[in-house]
């Protein structure tokens, strides 16, 4: 079969410009795959083409701040609310009333926060090592293990100094935070110096902290229980999330599931391309009255 390949394009949504990858047929059900930092869109390469082949009408987006879409100015246009706003307005934008969400990493939170937010506007989703926002910080708190893991995003709450040092070197440290907390071979070298042309532009690493510095800003907590079906999957080699805050987060659920991967690392999607991508497709494709 030939790899399908994905079409970009730009497109207005609520006062930005996002920049999206799609394939798959134009009637299927539109699935958007939301990255996480410090990816852009091509954090899903591995799993457009399966997904778009089995019927199903996918979205990548770089999410605000990142690649070629707007980078507004400023801590407070990073709040969860305006992030899950994005993905509402990417629907609006692309005309369907109902999708189906994928999230990675911040982008995982992003679709829980929506999944909490604006149930009636999702089918289903499936997040893959991220935690639901409401989680994180109590679960942290109760497991000093977790608090250490996370000691980076105290780090990034500094001004200018954490610029500074994600940009020395051609980006090197972000280079090094991919190849070391991953799997051999998940990060190929043109995959890093892609994602680092991203990072060197204008602004980019300053829109991707602010991601981290909203979360100090205050929120009302999510409504509970999250009504469309979820389902995680967790490698459960992640550096820097533990397996416990899978669990957590599905209590919150009320039609959840979690599959766990042993020998993958925070970065499943690349480590383990096929069996992540059967799990999606079975996923994503069951109709709507099937259970997760």
């Not at 550096?239 to 805050?245: C, I, M, P, Q, V």
């Not at 669990?247 to 766990?260: D, F, N, P, T």
Request: proline fraction near 9%; hydrophobic fraction near 45%.
């Amino acid at each position: 079969m030939t790899p399908i390949e994905p079409a970009t394009r730009r497109i207005p949504v609520r006062g930005l410009t996002l920049n999206i990858a799609e394939a798959g047929p134009a009637d299927g059900p539109l699935t958007v795959l939301l990255h996480g930092f410090p990816e852009i869109w091509s954090g899903w390469r591995h799993q457009i083409g399966p997904l778009a082949a089995a019927g199903l009408r996918v979205v990548a987006p770089d999410q605000r701040g990142y690649g070629l879409s707007s980078r507004p100015e400023g801590i407070k246009a990073y709040h969860l609310d305006r992030l899950a706003g994005d993905v509402i307005g990417l629907a609006d934008a692309l005309g369907h009333e109902r999708i189906r969400l994928v999230g990675h990493d911040w982008g995982g939170l992003v679709a829980w926060w929506v999944a909490s937010h604006h149930p009636d506007r999702l089918e289903r989703v499936a997040i893959l090592n991220a935690p639901h926002p409401d989680v994180f910080g109590a679960y942290a708190r109760r497991h000093p293990s977790q608090a250490l893991r996370s000691f980076y995003v105290g780090l990034f709450q500094l001004p200018g100094l954490p610029e500074a040092l994600l940009r020395a070197g051609d980006c090197a440290a972000l280079r090094r935070a991919l190849t070391s907390s991953s799997r051999t071979g998940a990060f190929s070298p043109d995959d890093l110096d892609l994602y680092a042309a991203a990072w060197r532009r204008p602004g980019a690493i300053t829109a991707m902290l602010n991601w981290y510095r909203a979360l100090r800003l205050p929120r009302q907590p999510a409504p509970a229980p999250i009504l469309p079906p979820v389902l995680v999957l967790w490698g459960e080699r992640d550096t820097a999330l533990e397996r416990g805050l899978a669990a957590e987060s599905l209590r919150l659920c009320a039609q959840g599931a979690v599959r766990y991967f042993p020998d993958a690392t925070h970065w499943l999607q690349h480590e383990e391309p096929e069996a992540v991508n059967a799990a999606l497709i079975g996923f994503l494709t069951a109709s709507a009255e099937a259970q997760a």
